[in-house]
């Protein structure tokens, strides 16, 4: 049977759970949609026109695999004037999830370890696996917060990467500066590679992003376009870091992913220009909504500030995740489950990246539940 020529590799993945919930919302009549994790803002115009403009003009070839050059030396001089490294150098990536595939090929071989935080981007354990390595976690409930002593315990001779993601998907927790600087320190004193998941970097609403290549020069970073400008669909991201890994990921996209889009690589200048303070703002007053009001009906939230997530405790009596997520389906809430993004089942992520009336409604679904649970 075709069956039995996949490769074993594949025996470890399964549909994502967050897939398999949009599935749900395609059968759904009136869904209240606080799954997805993509903007619910309009890509601004402008950039819409210099997409529409590029390929009209005929840039629908292949780029360079490293970028348009005008748009290589635009995120250069960026990272330039952020940190300073005379070895830093940037790579345009077909998405952050581009970066990440690249970097776990570049980086992980079989056997290696990669320590990661658990609740994690629900990618992360199935790209590590793909390249043969295997994902130590380290617990952060309940607050989400980093325990670098909890890392250093973790290091053994086979650790070859850490992985840092903040602001987080699913928590919306930014790691403090202390935290950051701590663990760039570790991984340098430790010989251990570090990458920084940063592309959530533009919505942080109480504090300045930490990226732990200001500390630590090795440091890998992946950014991207997507989650900024609402273009999630164009698959348009970075990665910078030093120039000997760049080279190395370049190459190693050659043969893969060949380039970034072309086209929206020219919009993606125009990107850069486009002021987004707005949407960003918003996005602050919801997520100011949602908390207040899952506090007020009796969850339990850890704070948060940056990205556009909240990931609540289920409240005690309600079962698991899981049982909780299904009871609020069947009450037309679409929320996902925390056993999608960790080893524990007792949390729920609630996307915030959606209308005030939507968050409202849904918030009315949770409070029922909540009464619904008190009630037993």
Request: glycine share 8%; hydrophobic share 40%.
């Given at each position: 049977m075709s069956s039995s020529w996949l490769a074993k590799r594949t025996a470890q993945f399964?549909?994502?759970g967050i897939r398999k919930v949009f599935d749900l919302a395609?059968?759904?009549?009136?869904?209240?949609?606080l799954s997805i994790g993509q903007p619910d803002f309009p890509v601004?115009?402008?950039?819409?026109?210099?997409a529409a403009a590029a390929i009209h003009n005929n840039h629908n070839g292949y780029s360079l695999t490293q970028g348009i050059p005008p748009l290589q030396q635009a995120l250069q001089a960026r990272?330039?004037?952020?940190?300073?490294?005379?070895?830093?150098?940037?790579?345009?990536?077909?998405?952050?999830?581009?970066?990440?595939?690249?970097?776990?090929?570049?980086?992980?071989?079989?056997?290696d370890e990669v320590i990661c935080f658990d609740p994690y981007f629900v990618m992360y354990p199935a790209l590590v696996g793909m390249a043969g390595g295997k994902c130590v976690l380290i617990d952060t409930y309940p607050d989400f917060r980093i325990d670098i002593e909890k890392v250093a315990a973790a290091i053994t001779p086979k650790t070859k990467l850490i992985l840092l993601n903040s602001p987080a998907n699913p928590t919306g927790v930014v790691a403090s500066a202390a935290e950051v600087k701590a663990l760039a320190e570790l991984a340098a004193e430790k010989n251990i590679a570090l990458l920084s998941d940063e592309?959530?970097?533009e919505f942080c609403y109480d504090t300045t992003l930490a990226s732990p290549a200001t500390h630590n020069d090795q440091t890998l970073v992946v950014d991207g376009f997507s989650k900024s400008y609402g273009v999630t669909g164009w698959r348009l991201g970075w990665v910078h870091g030093p120039a000997a890994i760049i080279d190395k990921l370049t190459m190693l996209q050659q043969y893969t992913f060949v380039c970034a889009p072309h086209p929206l690589q020219h919009a993606a200048l125009v990107a850069l220009e486009t002021d987004i303070s707005q949407h960003v703002a918003a996005y602050a007053a919801r997520r100011d909504l949602i908390v207040d009001g899952l506090r007020d009906a009796g969850y339990q939230v850890a704070d948060t500030n940056g990205a556009f997530y909240v990931?609540?405790?289920?409240?005690?009596?309600?079962?698991?995740?899981?049982?909780?997520?299904?009871r609020a389906i069947e009450n037309e809430?679409?929320?996902?489950?925390?056993?999608?993004?960790?080893t524990h089942d007792t949390h729920f992520r609630i996307s915030y990246a959606a209308s005030i009336e939507t968050i409202e409604r849904g918030l009315e679904v949770l409070r029922t539940l909540q009464h619904l649970t008190t009630k037993r």
């Open positions: 399964d549909s994502s395609a059968n759904m009549s009136d869904p209240i949609n601004p115009d402008p950039i819409k026109e210099a990272i330039d004037d952020q940190y300073g490294h005379d070895d830093r150098r940037v790579l345009v990536t077909s998405g952050t999830s581009g970066a990440l595939v690249l970097a776990m090929l570049a980086l992980v071989d079989p056997g592309i959530y970097r990931f609540p405790k289920v409240p005690n009596g309600a079962g698991t995740a899981t049982e909780f997520v299904t809430l679409l929320i996902i489950p925390g056993n999608i993004f960790s």
